[in-house]
């Protein structure tokens, strides 16, 4: 497993950047554990505010990672589950930078941010029903920033989209070719408001998330089932065979 890296962000006082590996990143157990350890750091670090999602290399975030030995995998989505809602409800303001390609939970670690940021090389799709799965984790996600049914139907066709779409259908807060310049001017704006207030907001948006998101069927209980179907065993091995998947 290549390590996430988290950085103080020498330009910015109270800003860190937890760098995902890329290409490399697929979603295992290890890296999410890496994961959620990182933003338990930056959480606990004085002074820090925000708290900045990128990623190496050309590729933001793969996805889940599809070990086809895998037999239970419920841990690993509890904790794709935890990671989500660690970046939702976080004390800091969590910013996603994407500035390439985004699959399945990836795009989900991009959603839950409170601000996203998508370059001009950015690519975003959901593929898990090519897959033989359902993407139960990240549906909710999704619909709390571009609506239900929007999340849905970009889940049923798998097509992929790029930056400028995703900020017309609410996933990116702002499409532009200049990624970092935009960070640097989302970056003076959170320095100049009140901390405290921006907290309170947060909390007061992320509560009434909270008490809407009740409807949805636990993602365990759809994963598991897919999961087990054998049909859905056989496409994953026969991806994984003609290295369609890793």
Sequence with gaps: MTAPRLTADDRTPGVVRLSLPGAAGRLDDDLLGALLTEVGRAENTSGVRVLVLGAAGGTFCPGMALDVDTVDWRPRIAAIETLLRRLTTSPLVTVAVVDGPATGGGVG????????????RARFRLTEVLLGLVPAVILPVLARRMGAHRAYSLALTAREFDGAEAGRLGLADHCTTDPDGELRRVLTGLRRADHAAIRA?????????????????????????????PSTRQRLAGLRRHGLIP
């Design 109 to 120: 670690l991009a959603a839950a941010c409170d601000h996203v940021i998508a370059g001009e």
């Design 201 to 229: 907001l947060k909390r007061y948006y992320t509560g009434h998330l909270d008490a809407s998101a009740g409807n949805w069927e636990p993602a365990a209980g759809v994963l598991a089932r897919r999961f087990a179907d």
